[in-house]
């Protein structure tokens, strides 16, 4: 018999390569175990529809923003509603009754109420002035912006979210709809997040729709989906390019993380991360293919622009979002390093520098200890990004829902449908102690 080595197939190292008597971990099975079954219990999830209902009854109490008064005066009664459904219909229809009704009061209602009436977070309308400017004058990026909507803060890629909107125009309520931003962008998170179940899980297609349905239809995902979302396509984007290269399928790794990086460049550390999962996983040859596509489109897309119009990439992309321009990003949740930034010049120095430190730290646990899972490399980008977030100088609380997606998704995946077999379907990641696929 040939072996699989002498026949010059790829050998997938373990994870426990090089480490001496690994000792397994039962009780990580037993805890995801006893999650499920917390899950589903009734009064849990009684509990977390009013925890989300209070959530948005918040809003219209305390926001200063229109947008986000109108979600939460919508969603606030949703949540009550599938409290409802938890507490009052049988156990087998409970849990997607109660999703269902989430999804449409928290984040279709309002979608639809504030498409129809053109209102949006800044962002939206500045990614769809980005398409439209693409298409007329050859460029994203307004010259000399002097005020906060003037700013495109995003990669050019960004700018295709916006094509439907400079295709169809206003003209109706139907155009209004389709062609919003917000629209592409669900499409997206929903798209890359259902990829990345399919891929890492351990049922059909249909064993991730209630998943996402109540991944959506939380407060966190629907508030962003319904009032602006630009940042939940790089959500889906990252979560399909790990599980691509936790497969091994690097052509499509590439491709897909090629697509992440030209959106926004606080994404970019997700390809090193992948590209080192790829290594452990079949070798240097496929993470070597999956690097050179994704950084030959990332600059097929870049370098028209920073070849020509360099200093609108310099202005718009790197300095304002971190703040180091006359005009200041609406980004200013009171995080470490906005705090630190406020102090004056000597505490966005030391904000910058406690992002480098923070960046080099996890860079160096990432090339010592490299991802050979799914999960290891969602926790390593994760981490990273939480970094980058709290200490930049402007960052948004919202900014944490892509590292919270991305340690658990991979996860939930890897449950399998409904979660039973769960000791089965998931792997233990000894070399990073989490337990992954």
């Given at each position: ?23 397994p ?10 999650a ?19 959530w948005?009854?918040t ?14 005066t919508?969603?606030?009664p949703?949540?009550?509603l599938?409290g ?35 209102r949006?977070q ?11 400017l693409?298409l ?12 906060v ?24 309520p ?5 062609g ?29 729709l ?19 979302g630009v940042d ?13 290269a ?13 697509l ?7 994404v970019w550390?997700?390809?090193p ?22 950084v ?9 622009f920073a ?11 790197v ?7 006359t ?25 910058l ?6 960046g080099?730290a ?38 944490l ?12 995946a ?9 000791r089965?379907?998931?792997t233990?990641?000894?070399?990073s102690?989490?337990v992954?696929?």
């Amino acid at each position: 018999m040939v072996s699989a080595r002498s026949a010059g197939a790829p050998v997938l190292p373990h994870p426990n390569q090089g480490r001496r008597n690994p000792r397994p971990a039962p009780w990580r099975g037993r805890a995801a175990a006893t999650a499920i079954r917390l899950g589903r219990r009734r009064w849990v999830r009684l509990l977390l529809c009013l925890v989300a209902a209070g959530w948005a009854a918040t809003f219209p109490l305390v926001s200063r923003l229109a947008n986000q008064r109108l979600w939460g005066t919508l969603a606030a009664p949703a949540y009550l509603l599938a409290g409802a459904a938890v507490l009052l219909l049988p156990r087998r229809i409970a849990a997607r009754a109660a999703a269902a009704v989430a999804l449409l009061g928290a984040v279709l209602l309002p979608l639809a109420v504030l498409a129809v009436r053109s209102r949006a977070q800044s962002e939206v309308g500045v990614v769809e002035r980005s398409a439209r400017l693409l298409l007329h004058t050859g460029t994203p990026y307004l010259p000399h912006p002097a005020a906060v909507t003037e700013f495109d803060p995003y990669l050019p890629g960004m700018a295709l979210f916006g094509l439907p909107r400079a295709l169809l125009g206003r003209s109706g309520p139907a155009a209004l709809l389709i062609g919003d931003a917000r629209v592409w962008f669900a499409l997206a998170f929903l798209g890359g997040l259902a990829g990345s179940w399919r891929l890492l899980g351990h049922g059909p297609w249909r064993s991730a729709l209630l998943p996402l349905l109540l991944l959506t239809g939380s407060p966190v995902i629907a508030l962003s989906l319904a009032v602006g979302g630009v940042d939940l396509p790089l959500i889906g984007v990252c979560c399909l390019g790990l599980a691509l290269a936790a497969r091994g399928r690097a052509t499509a790794a590439g491709v897909v993380l090629a697509l992440a990086c030209a959106l926004k460049w606080t994404v970019w550390p997700a390809l090193p991360v992948a590209v080192l999962l790829l290594r452990q996983r079949g070798g240097w040859r496929p993470a070597v293919r999956a690097a050179v596509i994704a950084v030959a489109a990332v600059l097929a897309v870049l370098l028209p622009f920073a070849l020509t119009r360099p200093q609108d990439l310099w202005l718009q992309v790197v300095r304002y979002p971190l703040g180091l321009t006359t005009v200041h990003t609406p980004a200013g949740s009171p995080l470490p390093g906005k705090l630190l930034a406020d102090l004056g010049p000597a505490g966005r120095i030391a904000a910058l520098v406690l992002l480098l430190a923070g960046g080099l730290a996890v860079a160096g646990w990432v090339l010592l200890r490299p991802p050979t899972g799914a999960v290891a490399a969602a926790d390593r980008l994760a981490a990273g990004l939480t970094v980058a977030f709290l200490m930049a100088p402007a960052a948004r609380f919202g900014y944490l829902a892509l590292p919270a997606v991305l340690v658990g998704w991979p996860r939930l995946a890897g449950l399998g449908r409904n979660g039973r077999g769960a000791r089965r379907a998931l792997t233990v990641d000894r070399e990073s102690g989490t337990v992954g696929g």
